[in-house]
């Protein structure tokens, strides 16, 4: 069975960093795509990184140069290093994973609360 457990989230205020972490069991870490999501109260998800088995890294543009998508492999862990955060981020951020790169993802976790205060 797949799993996918984030963690990191919080209050913080604008201009600050959070570090989010998606722990994976149940699959091959390395031979997935691993994305993150968000999706703010009356909103509808949207993409915020992705990183694939090889590395290869994007960004949605309004994240981009703030935001950092890491993977571990030897921990089965994706990051989301977010810096110079602004209230537009608060979210619920949500980790997902998928064989290849495509607009859809197999596995979803929960997700997780990211609030970012004025």
């Known amino acids: 069975q797949v799993r996918l457990l984030e963690s990191g989230g919080g209050l913080v205020p604008a201009g600050g960093s959070l570090r989010l972490s998606c722990a994976a069991s149940?699959?091959?870490?390395?031979?997935?795509?691993m994305g993150w999501f968000r999706q703010a109260p009356g909103q509808e998800r949207e993409f915020v990184a992705r990183?694939?088995?090889?590395?290869?890294?994007k960004y949605a543009d309004s994240v981009n140069g703030r935001f950092t998508i890491s993977r571990d492999n030897a921990k089965n862990t994706v990051y989301l290093q977010m810096n110079s955060l602004k209230p537009e981020d608060t979210a619920v951020y949500v980790c997902?994973?998928?064989?290849?790169?495509?607009?859809?993802?197999?596995?979803w976790g929960q997700g997780i609360q990211v609030t970012v205060s004025p």
């Open positions: 997902a994973a998928d064989r290849t790169i495509s607009p859809t993802y197999n596995y």
């Open positions: 149940g699959l091959t870490f390395s031979s997935y795509v």
């Open positions: 990183i694939s088995w090889s590395g290869r890294i």
